[in-house]
């Protein structure tokens, strides 16, 4: 079955640190890959997404950036961030055999 | 672009009763897929409801079942006989069926709190 892992769980960063948040898949190939941000108490917003290895899409331009070094992994990333950075990122992947896409439990990021 | 607006940003129902929560959503397109998440406390989103935009019949999953309005774009979700475990965030989502288009969009979110 199909499993996704995202991690750290939650993060305490402070301002003008860099950033890794990992996520990968397990038992799919060649899935499509979201980073979405969720701020507190509100709807979800997507960053990026990917549909292949080394192919990334930006929806928001901003202070992060993703990247797919392997079919199952997205990396988001930041040189330094920002307060404005806080929030909780969770990823998802979706394949065509499937039509709802599928979340991993997230990380909540807080920038101090 | 697509859009999904949940204009409902709380909603607070007695245990055992009924809620309905509204969906509208913005598109040009004549096939795409329609879905309803949860979002506990836990924060993990769990899929609750999908239904294909070509289906005329609307879906149902156990107490949630969904009112399609294709003409009307609107995509409401019902929640029967109420259970304390349904408190969470519900989110409406919206994805094209055109094969290289793999957006998904999502609402702003509707908090439902249960009463007992």
């Known amino acids: 079955s199909q499993t996704i892992h995202q991690w750290p769980a939650t993060l305490v960063q402070p301002v003008g640190s860099p950033l890794s948040l990992e996520c990968t898949v397990e038992g799919t190939s060649n899935p499509n890959l979201y980073w979405y941000r969720q701020a507190a108490g509100r709807g979800l917003q997507l960053l990026f997404y990917s549909v292949g290895i080394g192919q990334i899409s930006s929806e928001v331009p901003q202070n992060l950036s993703a990247s797919r070094p392997q079919d199952r992994q997205f990396i988001l990333s930041s040189k330094k961030l920002l307060l404005s950075d806080s929030g909780f990122y969770l990823c998802a992947w979706l394949t065509r055999l499937r039509t709802e896409a599928f979340f991993g439990q997230g990380t909540r990021l807080t920038v101090v | 672009a697509q859009t999904v607006t949940q204009s409902q940003p709380e909603m607070s129902v007695q245990e055992a009763e009924t809620v309905t929560l509204s969906c509208t959503y913005d598109?040009?397109?004549?096939?795409?897929?329609l879905f309803w998440y949860k979002q506990p406390p836990s924060r993990q989103m769990i899929l609750v409801i999908r239904?294909?935009?070509?289906?005329?019949q609307n879906a149902t999953e156990n107490r949630f079942s969904v009112n399609f309005q294709k003409a009307a774009k609107s995509f409401s979700l019902k929640i029967s006989d109420s259970q304390l475990g349904d408190a969470a965030m519900y989110f409406c989502?919206?994805?094209?069926?055109?094969?290289?288009?793999?957006?998904?969009?999502f609402g702003a979110g509707t908090t439902v709190t249960v009463r007992a």
């Open positions: 239904q294909e935009a070509y289906k005329q």
């Open positions: 598109t040009s397109e004549s096939d795409y897929y």
């Open positions: 989502a919206y994805r094209s069926a055109r094969l290289n288009d793999y957006k998904l969009s």
